[in-house]
């Protein structure tokens, strides 16, 4: 069984991993990974740190703690299978949920398959999906598909940007999707050029490899 490697896996600026698991697997005495809380506090201190011509003021870190506590309360059971990231630039920015995640093969050809995991036909996008190629020097040639779809309650105009690729070795095959969301198509639009970035460092790895890393 192949498994998901994101390099580094704790730390890939300016975006923080969400573990999915309390106490974090392979962590289990470590003191920051017993609890969100624990967690979110030491990673609002760090994140502050990276900043250091700009200062905290009274209030920030409290803040950016609650922030992440929240996300990290919520967003693994969004879709419990996938790797959860937060890209956030700022410490006062609004973090945006990017989720990644290794979908078993299910007999469709592979322009097909991802043509639906990247939404690239969706019906309930308001103009047609802007749908690219999108090459990984892990992964090969995949789909990026950006969409503009209405929200039926307010009828803003949200954006989602969905990566799709077909990996194969030898006769082990795996899907692999990364997606998001946001309210505001603006913030995915200046996220791009970092979310394209990301999803270059994704790769499948052995079991071997996953063994060598130590994890669980």
Do not use: C
Not at 28 to 53: L, M, N
Request: negative net charge; aromatic residues 8%; charged residues 30%.
């Amino acid at each position: 069984m192949s498994w998901l490697n994101i390099k580094p896996a704790m730390r890939l600026d300016p975006f923080i991993r969400i573990p999915l698991a309390w106490p974090e697997l392979g962590l289990e005495d470590v003191e920051i990974a017993q609890t969100p809380q624990a967690w979110a506090r030491a990673i609002a201190g760090e994140w502050w740190e990276d900043f250091a011509d700009e200062k905290p003021r009274s209030g920030d870190i409290d803040l950016l703690t609650d922030v992440l506590v929240m996300h990290a309360e919520r967003a693994p059971a969004i879709r419990p299978d996938a790797e959860v990231f937060l890209h956030l630039p700022h410490p006062k920015d609004i973090p945006l949920t990017v989720f990644v995640e290794l979908i078993e093969v299910e007999g469709e050809d592979r322009d097909t398959a991802l043509r639906e995991l990247a939404q690239a036909d969706a019906s309930d996008a308001i103009e047609l999906p802007v749908a690219e190629d999108f090459g990984s020097p892990h992964l090969g040639t995949g789909l990026r598909v950006l969409r503009y779809v209405q929200d039926e309650g307010s009828n803003e105009v949200h954006a989602g940007l969905r990566y799709a690729w077909r990996y194969e070795k030898g006769s082990d095959a795996v899907d692999v999707l990364i997606f998001l969301a946001h309210p505001d198509p603006g913030r995915i639009i200046r996220a791009s050029l970092d979310i394209d970035e990301f999803a270059r460092t994704i790769r499948i790895s052995s079991e071997e490899e996953k063994d060598a890393w130590g994890v669980a």
